[in-house]
């Protein structure tokens, strides 16, 4: 069951919450006019499904299956980084809680601004990220 399927457009990622896989998405450029307008619809669904998950019995079912979230941006201006981290400190605060939660952060071959950027913001989180290079 899907619980957000934001389409991208020129200026917005695409996001998916998928609550049957376990799957959080965010892939494209984040550079809405108003971010505040646009992430804050996103994290409040976020941090309500992670909410209604954050029991023992979900711990045990995402032991065998994590929460997987994908941060699949190629660019994100500094007003997106905000709610970016936002959505971070969702993910930390429940996988500190017991849920088991994987990020992986994609970046492409030679952006290493983009994988730097990605670093700082696990430091910043203290969640380790995975890191997808995508070869061009």
């Known amino acids: 069951m899907e619980l957000l399927n934001i389409e991208s457009s020129?200026?917005?990622p695409k996001v998916i919450l998928n609550?049957?896989?376990r799957l959080f998405e965010i892939e494209g450029?984040?550079?809405p006019e108003n971010a505040y307008e646009f992430f804050d619809p996103i994290i409040s669904e976020l941090k309500k499904y992670m909410k209604s998950v954050d029991n023992e019995f979900h711990k045990d079912?995402?032991?065998e299956l994590p929460f997987t979230a994908h941060f699949k941006l190629m660019?994100?201006?500094s007003s997106s980084a905000k709610f970016i981290s936002d959505i971070l400190f969702i993910f930390k605060k429940y996988f500190d809680r017991g849920?088991?939660?994987k990020i992986y952060w994609y970046f492409h071959e030679g952006d290493e601004d983009q994988r730097d950027v990605g670093e700082d913001l696990s430091?910043?989180?203290l969640f380790p990220f995975t890191f997808v290079m995508i070869k061009e």
């Open 99 to 101: 849920l088991k939660i």
């Open 61 to 63: 079912i995402f032991s």
């Open 123 to 125: 430091e910043m989180t």
């Open 29 to 31: 450029e984040a550079r």
């Open 10 to 12: 020129e200026h917005t």
């Open 75 to 77: 660019y994100f201006n």
């Open 19 to 21: 609550q049957a896989n």
